[in-house]
């Protein structure tokens, strides 16, 4: 059983296109996240959702929209993709806020803008 | 703001080796460290963690010590394996609400 499910693992698309990535957690954890990893590998926060409310946004576009449909949910919608959107986005939870538990972390979608 | 500085990869060794992957913080306060790693085709996962100073974090013959005089939390161990290799993440937190990651440093053991 995998803890934290993202799909899809690969996503091709071209620019202005509109997509998602969806992530579930079967862990009953209350607190989710969804990390970028740019072309320099570093891992930066971009939304954390506890009991589905938005509790950190971090400076992203308005193009990148997360949706939480439920605890176990955790969307992500982009619009309008363009070249730079291209990174590995993941997926994350934990019980309470990450840095005080262990933080449980999807495979990972690999999304590239053409 | 806060950063992490992780040694750069990738990082090749032979089986049974002696590991030190390198990381240091900065960070405005008192953060608790991490090590996650993540393993091919996997989501990273928490290796070990320290929160204090001089705290020693420990899993799987694995260590880091909090160094709050050089702030730097490095990663060792003594004798690696094949099934080390992994890609490892030095992470920080000050407040709770999220990590904040290294680069990552991708290690592979050869037999």
């Known amino acids: 059983d995998t803890a934290v499910s993202q799909t899809p693992k690969y996503l091709v698309t071209q620019m202005g296109n509109d997509k998602s990535i969806k992530c579930e957690q079967n862990?009953?954890?209350?607190?989710m996240y969804w990390y970028k990893q740019d072309s320099k590998k570093f891992l930066k926060i971009m939304f954390s959702?506890?009991?589905?409310?938005?509790?950190i946004n971090e400076t992203v576009p308005n193009r990148f929209s997360p949706k939480s449909p439920d605890k176990a949910h955790l969307n992500l919608h982009i619009n309008s993709l363009e070249l730079g959107d291209s990174a590995v986005y993941f997926c994350?939870?934990?019980?309470?806020?990450?840095?005080?538990?262990?933080?449980?972390f999807g495979q990972g979608t690999r999304l590239t803008v053409v | 703001g806060d950063s992490v500085t992780q040694m750069e990869g990738p990082v090749t060794l032979s089986e049974e080796a002696f590991l030190t992957i390198n990381c240091t913080y900065t960070?405005?306060?008192?953060?608790?460290l991490f090590w996650y790693v993540q393993y091919p085709g996997e989501g990273l996962q928490l290796l070990l963690k320290?929160?204090?100073?001089?705290d020693k974090g420990s899993n799987k013959g694995f260590e880091a010590t909090y160094r709050k005089e050089t702030t730097s939390f490095h990663l060792e161990k003594g004798s690696v394996q094949v099934s080390d290799s992994a890609v490892y993440f030095c992470?920080?937190?000050?407040?709770?609400?999220?990590?904040?990651f290294g680069t990552g440093t991708r290690l592979t053991i050869i037999p």
């Open positions: 960070a405005t306060g008192y953060p608790s």
């Open positions: 862990l009953g954890h209350d607190t």
């Open positions: 992470a920080l937190s000050e407040n709770g609400e999220k990590l904040t």
């Open positions: 994350a939870s934990s019980q309470d806020i990450m840095g005080y538990t262990e933080a449980f």
């Open positions: 959702y506890n009991n589905k409310e938005l509790i």
């Open positions: 320290a929160t204090k100073a001089d």
